[in-house]
């Protein structure tokens, strides 16, 4: 009779042989038959070398892309995590723009959304497919051009607030100084990129669901504490193995959870507890609203997004749960004040390094400043003034400059959910040498792409030799080949392209004009004896040689232009 030893050791045996054969055909000859070999790129050393950090780090890819463009052409093979992990790194606009355009062949790997979802929940960063598409339609009406326009005055209001908090600052430390010429200036050094990010908090916090943070004069508010350590800390300080172990092993999280994981899920609690209050008061005045026959009439994007799923000409069948509401509330948070904050940081840096610069656009936006003060101006005014502001052409320049030569999402990778032929509109570089005209590039079901975004946006083969230096003045002489370059926004694929692109787009530029504008003309900026360098943590971000510990900075010196009036 056959023991029940005998039994288990069977089935486990079976199941080891299963798994281990698996294995093999996915790493040694799977691999052998995937058509990206066929590809020229860089050399592999080794079955545990990859291209990740050259083509990550910021500080090493625009070397790494220009120099793949000019080895390997402009559709490149390079290794992922593992043998197994052959993926296209596409520097051709139409190869990019069809992986792009068709978001339901080229999805985020489930990778990626399991590492989003365990931070924010599926929202539309992490959802795809027809969820994607359901919350993406209920969302749409809420980012109108109606409904931007009537949170300018909002962000012009914290724009103001940020600027009082500076120029306190800078008074407080204008009177500890010694009495000297040079002391007595008021300038100070501030963390620009610590101050804007406490102001971005505030801004979508009201904007996206008319929470008061109050970020901008302290940091005690539980749900700012909760999303701010949550993305700051826990992304950016996490201990990278550990995050890849516990995205193909959860399991791992729940069973010993680490530093990281502890703080994500206390941050998640705060936030469930007080944005989940917040969402189901919303939803009871829209309701109660709705019997009285006196519509509740907020204007913040959770109030919008719940009218808009609860509208009558919506199908039952494509609105969302209140889980999901929240989950794109957290969405918008992270989307909307970290990006923007960065964007922001890298500007004010980028004229801190170019006073000349600094100082033209300052005299443009000088040119608009109204007679009356703005915290005297009247929400139609401050719509009439930013009417103006937004059509600046230097600062149009400006803006779109900075957001070229270092847009906050660096690169983002899509999977391949099923075999497809990719459209080439460059001779492609193959694996034995040869140059070949083929008019495609055969990708196979579960093959990575790799979208990079800067490698696009400092492309000297499209934007000229100067590609990688600081030049507004280019956006006056733009070349063919970069009007035909994929992009939502002036042909950057800094806000993506396609059904994916950013649905904010327009509140960031709204956020990014009137921070500049209210602070450029109130202040001057320049570089600290720091060295600030970019690093690609989820975002790229700024850090102080020697620092990173520290989490993101930016110090700048700002100084009052009154105190440069009267020295």
Same mark, same amino acid.
């Given at each position: ?16 042989? =299963? ?65 197994? *992990?052959?993926?296209? =790194? ?28 365990? =931070? ?89 669901? *008319? ?30 193995? !550990? ?112 006073? *000349?610069?600094?100082?033209?656009? !300052? ?68 694996? *034995? ?72 787009? !327009? ?31 989820? =975002? ?28």
């Amino acid at each position: 009779m056959i023991s029940v030893s005998t039994i288990f050791f069977s089935f486990f045996s079976a199941v080891a042989l =299963l798994l281990s054969s698996y294995i093999v055909y996915l790493v040694i000859i799977a691999p052998r038959f995937n058509p990206l070999r066929k590809l020229a790129g860089p050399p592999i050393n080794g079955p545990l070398h990859n291209h990740m950090s050259p083509v990550l780090d910021p500080f090493r890819s625009p070397r790494t892309h220009a120099a793949y463009v000019e080895k390997y052409g402009r559709n490149v093979r390079i290794r992922g995590l593992g043998p197994w *992990d052959e993926r296209l =790194l596409p520097l051709d606009p139409v190869s990019v723009a069809h992986v792009l355009k068709n978001s339901t062949i080229y999805e985020k790997p489930w990778q990626s959304r399991r590492l989003i979802t365990s =931070l924010i929940g599926c929202g539309m960063l992490a959802a795809e497919g027809h969820v994607h598409k359901r919350q993406r339609r209920v969302a749409t009406p809420a980012f109108s051009i109606q409904n931007m326009r009537a949170l300018v005055p909002l962000v012009f209001s914290k724009g103001e607030e940020l600027k009082d908090k500076w120029m306190n600052m800078s008074q407080t430390a204008k009177e500890g100084q010694v009495a000297s010429e040079e002391q007595t200036s008021g300038q100070v050094e501030i963390d620009v990129c610590h101050w804007i990010s406490r102001a971005t908090f505030d801004v979508i916090g009201l904007a996206g669901f *008319d929470y008061h943070f109050n970020a901008i004069q302290n940091e005690s508010d539980e749900l700012f504490a909760a999303y701010k350590e949550m993305f700051e800390i826990a992304v950016s300080q996490g201990d990278g193995v !550990r995050t890849v172990l516990g995205i193909y092993f959860p399991i791992l999280n729940s069973l010993f959870p680490d530093k990281r994981a502890k703080t994500v899920y206390r941050c998640q609690e705060t936030i469930r507890r007080v944005a989940g209050k917040l969402v189901q008061q919303k939803k009871s005045r829209i309701m109660d609203g709705e019997k009285s026959g006196s519509a509740y009439t907020g204007k913040d994007l959770l109030s919008l997004l719940l009218k808009s799923n609860i509208a009558t000409d919506l199908p039952p069948d494509q609105r969302i749960s209140d889980e999901d509401i929240l989950h794109n509330i957290n969405t918008f948070m992270f989307a909307g004040s970290d990006t923007t904050s960065l964007a922001l940081t890298w500007t004010f840096l980028l004229l801190a390094k170019h006073p *000349d610069l600094q100082a033209r656009l !300052r005299t443009e936006l000088l040119s608009i400043v109204p007679t009356t003060p703005i915290s005297r101006l009247s929400p139609e005014e401050i719509e009439s003034l930013y009417n103006t502001l937004q059509n600046l052409p230097y600062l149009n320049n400006v803006c779109r400059e900075s957001l070229r030569l270092v847009p906050p999402v660096h690169s983002s990778l899509r999977v391949a959910t099923q075999d497809d032929e990719i459209p080439v509109s460059y001779p492609v570089h193959l694996s *034995d040498g040869t140059i070949s005209e083929q008019k495609s590039i055969s990708v196979s079901k579960g093959s990575f792409v790799h979208v990079p975004v800067e490698a696009f946006n400092l492309d000297k083969g499209m934007w000229g030799p100067n590609a990688w230096d600081f030049d507004p003045d280019r956006w006056d002489h733009l070349s063919e080949d970069v009007l035909s370059l994929p992009g939502l926004y002036s042909n950057l694929l800094t806000f993506s392209a396609g059904p994916r692109s950013c649905i904010g787009m !327009r509140f960031s530029m709204i956020e990014m004009k009137t921070f500049l504008y209210i602070l450029l003309t109130t202040f001057t900026f320049a570089e600290t004896d720091k060295r600030i360098y970019k690093a690609n943590v989820v =975002l790229t971000r700024p850090y102080v040689s020697g620092q990173f510990k520290k989490g993101s900075q930016c110090p700048l010196i700002v100084t009052p232009l009154e105190s440069i009036a009267t020295s």
